[in-house]
């Protein structure tokens, strides 16, 4: 069965770091794209980051610059490394898999796997 499980989420203070992870299980995820994806409360969601499986990396600009996604295919884990928190960085955050290095990092009916989310809470 796979599955992608999110953690590291929390409480944080405007301006402070949080490192989320994301760890996947079932299969290898390594000739995957892994992506990150966010949603605040009465909005949609949307894109953050994608760590395309070989090597390169795309960011929203809302967090380029903030927030650094990597991964480590031996442990078949994600992460995203988010500094200088705002708070409208708010949000439920989801990390999603998608095979094979093809198409929109920010099409979400692309990602076969999601997990089931993590909440980051920025307070100012």
């Known amino acids: 069965q796979v599955q992608l499980v999110e953690s590291g989420g929390g409480l944080v203070q405007a301006g402070g770091s949080v490192r989320l992870s994301c760890a996947a299980s079932?299969?290898?995820?390594?000739?995957?794209?892994m992506g990150w994806f966010r949603q605040a409360p009465g909005k949609e969601r949307e894109f953050v980051a994608i760590?395309?499986?070989?090597?390169?990396?795309r960011y929203a600009d809302s967090v380029k610059g903030r927030f650094t996604i990597s991964r480590d295919n031996a442990k078949n884990t994600v992460y995203l490394q988010m500094n200088s928190l705002k708070p409208e960085d708010t949000a439920v955050y989801y990390c999603a898999a998608k095979s094979g290095d093809y198409g929109l990092a920010y099409r979400q009916d692309e990602y076969n796997y999601w997990g089931q989310g993590t909440q980051v809470t920025v307070s100012s």
């Open positions: 760590s395309w499986s070989g090597g390169s990396t």
């Open positions: 079932g299969r290898s995820f390594s000739r995957d794209a």
